[in-house]
């Protein structure tokens, strides 16, 4: 039997660690890898409350649709909309056949800024 605090401490602990990593990369100008840590810190807070609903170790996947879905939890529109962002940076900082170009540093931050709102929202429900 796991134990559901610590693992809930652990990912969520992750998700926060990671948010401040996307913060460092894009103040270096690294968009393209900060986006890849957005990303991370909105799955691992996922994955926190996926722990929480079902008891359980989360699966090894990176969708956040599949992860917001096994947590039971509602989302918003909006929130449907920049996750889909989210996963693009996902798929794409992995394999060189996908990788984008970078959105101008105006919108970065906005993206940064979306994923901490959402992190904090999420974060609110464990």
């Given at each position: 039997?796991?134990?559901?605090?610590?693992?809930?401490?652990?990912?969520?602990?992750?998700?926060?660690?990671?948010?401040?990593?996307?913060?460092?990369?894009?103040?270096?100008?690294?968009?393209?890898?900060?986006?890849?840590?957005?990303?991370?810190?909105?799955?691992?807070?996922?994955?926190?409350?996926?722990?929480?609903?079902?008891?359980?170790?989360?699966?090894?996947?990176?969708?956040?649709?599949?992860?917001?879905?096994?947590?039971?939890?509602?989302?918003?529109?909006?929130?449907?909309?920049?996750?889909?962002?989210?996963?693009?940076?996902?798929l794409e900082g992995r394999y060189p056949e996908y990788y984008p170009k970078a959105p101008s540093p105006i919108k970065i931050?906005?993206?940064?800024?979306?994923?901490?709102?959402?992190?904090?929202?999420?974060?609110k429900m464990l």
């Amino acid at each position: 039997m796991i134990n559901i605090a610590k693992q809930i401490e652990y990912w969520l602990g992750s998700s926060a660690s990671n948010i401040e990593t996307a913060e460092i990369l894009v103040a270096s100008r690294k968009y393209i890898e900060g986006m890849f840590f957005c990303h991370l810190c909105i799955e691992k807070v996922l994955k926190a409350l996926v722990v929480k609903q079902t008891g359980d170790i989360p699966s090894k996947t990176h969708d956040l649709f599949h992860l917001a879905d096994i947590s039971k939890i509602v989302i918003t529109e909006d929130q449907i909309g920049f996750m889909q962002i989210l996963m693009k940076y996902q798929l794409e900082g992995r394999y060189p056949e996908y990788y984008p170009k970078a959105p101008s540093p105006i919108k970065i931050s906005e993206y940064l800024n979306e994923t901490k709102i959402l992190f904090q929202c999420f974060s609110k429900m464990l």
